[in-house]
């Protein structure tokens, strides 16, 4: 089999990508280890930036998130029993969109499959070969029988745990990583959320946030330890606790019922540079990994997308490989703010275990000074709905 672009992961990045080539004529072949109904299951993300809800439209998957998505002008800080409202739209004059990440994806499946492409799902031993030359191939097998897939380039779209990163690492890969020494744990209910934006709470039990995937659909999480287990927080547990870490009002006017979600996720910082081997590109959490305190690892899969998409555009349309050529550099210069941005929240916000007394008061004072000084909400704001691409 032959393509222009083999694309490894069908997850936010992987469809993205495919989308964005096919509707430029630009041939593309997904591989994805799992079952499409593995990929929908899974729960992640909810916060859109501008530039990110723009490419879904611009890849023609964007109607339905313009319809059920909510647009949100700002969020809440609560700490010291009170609150502050980041006024997103009033401090940068953008918004950003809360529309869960499962339904970003199956709104780009739904599209390749009137478009089209071509998903292979369940292809295993996926491997990108030969990525240094110029006919390079990805191998895989599916059904016992081994595959070759040849291309002008490969997109590695497959995650932190995928082939790609691992296939360049010695060969001149250089990583970056802080791993936090908590999680989060998190659930999905279908009550009416505590209130209709995010509240991201400081408290000295730990952090909580409270979001949403719709009005009738509420997702929360609460800062655990890192070797809790599920079964340890039935539902009553949940509740007890989150309620514990806000304001006494807010608290009072939360709904509790049953979950339909429970899952715990470490919290860890990671870049891989440089993103391009080659005709080989890692694109999204294969290259790079943030802590969700910011909203961000969606929203930077997509903005590497985005310069991925148009230096490949370049290539095939002007024979011009600037683009490509300063792909790894210009995703780079994002990542790192955005790495920035998101350790900064994750610090701010977080109890860690050695921080003590001292530690909590000097995080009070931080929202505290935010509160008070339109430019630090400012500077907030303007990280939180996404910087320019
Ligand atoms: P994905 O989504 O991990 O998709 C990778 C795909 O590659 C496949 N794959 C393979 N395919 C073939 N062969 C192999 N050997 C393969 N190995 C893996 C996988 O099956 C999968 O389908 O990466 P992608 O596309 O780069 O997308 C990144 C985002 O998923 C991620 O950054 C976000 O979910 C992070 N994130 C958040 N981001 C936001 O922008 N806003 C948020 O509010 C937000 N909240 C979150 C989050 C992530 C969380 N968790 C659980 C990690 C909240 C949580 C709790
Ligand atoms: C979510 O709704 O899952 C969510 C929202 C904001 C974050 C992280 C996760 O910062």
Known sequence: ????????????????????????????????????????????????????????????????????????????????ARHHRIDLFGLTGKHVIVYGQTEVTRDLMDRRAQTGGVTVYEAANVQPRDFDGAQPY?????????????????????????????AVEGRGLETFERVYPFGWLGIVADVPPVSHELIYSNHPRGFALCSMR?????????????????EEWPDERFWDEIRRRLPTET???????????????????????????????LVGDAAHIVPPTGAKGLNLAASDVRYLFDGVREHYAEKSDAGIDVYSQRALRRVWKAERFSWWMTNTMHCFPEQGAFGQRIQEAELDYLAGSVAASTSLAENYVGLPY
């Open 1 to 80: 089999m032959r393509t222009q672009v083999a694309i490894i992961g069908s997850g936010p990045s992987g469809l993205l990508l495919g989308q964005l080539l096919t509707d430029a004529g630009i041939d593309n072949v997904i591989l994805e280890r799992a079952t499409q109904d593995y990929v929908l299951g899974r729960i992640r993300a909810g916060v859109l930036e501008e530039g990110m809800a723009g490419m879904l439209d611009e890849a023609g998957a964007g109607a339905r998130m313009r319809r059920e998505g909510l647009p949100h002008d700002g969020f809440d800080l609560t700490f010291s």
């Open 138 to 166: 990805v191998t895989y097998e599916q059904d016992g029988i081994e595959h070759r897939l040849y291309c002008d380039f490969i997109a590695g779209c497959d995650g932190y745990h995928g082939p790609s990163r691992k």
């Open 214 to 230: 719709s009005n009738t659909r509420s997702r929360y999480y609460v800062q655990c330890a890192l070797d809790e287990k599920v």
């Open 251 to 281: 608290a009072e006017k939360m709904t509790t019922g049953p979950s339909i979600e429970k899952s715990i996720a470490p919290l860890r910082s990671f870049v891989a540079e440089p993103m391009r081997f080659g005709r080989l590109f």
